[in-house]
């Protein structure tokens, strides 16, 4: 299998990354939300200086693609007016953080998700990595537990609010006020004691490895039992904030973006959907996954060949054709590389791209073994029982 580059940074506004279609903007919607004005904003952006692209991403951004070099100064310059960039590189990359969409004004989500980006930024804010990230999850029940991130924000067992090691079991006792400087601390615990050195190649630099290798909490950081998270994501439908729309493979067109945001403020999820804020039916815009029994609900893939300059083969095609053929309750995914971008978990089927074709992959990563190397597209095509022999 060939060995992909793992960059171990992720794409910005103000750090563009290259892929085979152009320059990907990565754009970082504050507290999650984009306001109506925003959400149009990006969306002509996009059609004017990228490929009318637009990527929803597992942390809860937008990603244009196909920029180019003449035409990213002026979708920046777009950006900066609409209030969507950060100051420098480094304070935009320090901002990651995911929040829950289902948050309500009562539960102080956004003023807490406000503090901590404030606290990102400032010039004394710890050097983490690039892949290390927050999640502001302060609903009743946590909804983002499967959702990467290396410290939490949410309610314990009994309603109180906690910060979180991801990882650990409990977390440290907070109030809406102490809740970002609580997470900083924890942030720079995890500097001064090794945890960016800490770890395997998909795990260096994340607070899971670091625990696991045997790092000891600061007192009193997990002593406030953790409340188990969903078991399952969310699926569109109707919700009490407004309406959760789905798009295939996670990309929208700029057209279908404006015309969302004619309906209402927009909730960016880590689930590659949006919530549109009090839409109380499915809106009539072409490209949205509004059911949840829709098949495509049932894969998930990258860019991949050509779109990804280290993908081996096409990807969204064979699963498109693949998706009716995937059981209730699985999840196919089709990577163009071993990295697995769009879903670094492991998942019931993989199909991994190689030089000749696709390993298969049984409840694994893109990167684990496979159980059978070497199957062509064609082959799945004509045989997609290949999938779910002995599932």
């Not at 049984?362 to 999938?387: D, E, F, K, Q, V």
């Amino acid at each position: 299998m060939a060995e992909p580059l793992v960059k171990g940074w992720c794409p910005g506004a103000l750090r563009p990354m290259e892929s085979g279609d152009g320059l990907i903007v990565r754009v970082r919607p504050r507290g999650g939300r984009l306001s109506q004005q925003e959400a149009a904003g990006i969306a002509d952006l996009a059609a004017a200086h990228g490929n009318g692209l637009i990527d929803l991403t597992s942390r809860a951004n937008l990603q244009v693609r196909g920029v180019t070099e003449a035409t990213y100064r002026p979708l920046l310059a777009g950006l900066e007016s609409l209030g969507l960039t950060d100051a420098t590189s480094e304070a935009e990359a320090r901002r990651n953080i995911v929040v829950t969409p289902f948050w309500s004004g009562e539960d102080g989500t956004l003023r807490i998700a406000a503090a901590l980006a404030d606290a990102l930024s400032r010039p004394d804010a710890p050097e983490i990595p690039g892949k290390f990230g927050f999640a502001v999850d302060c609903g009743s029940s946590p909804v983002l537990s499967n959702v990467p991130a290396d410290i939490r924000i949410e309610r314990s067992a009994d309603g109180w609010l906690i910060c979180r090691a991801d990882g650990a079991t409990g977390g440290l006792r907070v109030t809406e006020a102490t809740a970002a400087d609580a997470a900083m601390a924890l942030a720079r615990w995890f500097i001064a004691f090794g945890g960016k050195e800490v770890g395997d190649e998909g795990g260096r630099g994340r607070m899971v490895a670091h625990l696991g290798h045997g790092a000891r909490l600061p007192v009193g950081n997990s002593e406030v039992v953790a409340q188990p998270g969903a078991a399952s994501f969310p699926v569109p439908g109707a919700v009490p904030a407004g309406f959760l729309a789905g798009f295939q493979f996670g990309q929208i067109r700029a057209e279908a973006l404006a015309a969302l945001a004619g309906l209402g403020a927009l909730r960016v999820t880590p689930w590659r959907m949006l919530l549109i804020e009090d839409c109380c039916s499915a809106p009539d815009v072409p490209g949205l996954i509004t059911t949840s029994g829709d098949p495509m609900l049932r894969v998930v893939a990258c860019t991949g060949k050509p779109g990804c300059l280290q993908a081996l083969q096409p990807t969204r095609e064979l699963a498109r054709a693949l998706a009716p053929h995937v059981p209730d309750g699985a999840l196919l995914h089709v990577s163009g590389c071993a990295k697995g971008c769009a879903h670094p978990a492991a998942a019931a089927m993989t199909l991994t791209a190689v030089v000749e074709g696709f390993d298969f992959i049984r409840h694994g990563r893109p990167n684990g073994p496979p159980s059978r190397p070497g199957l062509t597209a064609s082959s799945l095509r004509a045989h997609p029982a290949i999938l779910t022999e002995a599932l």
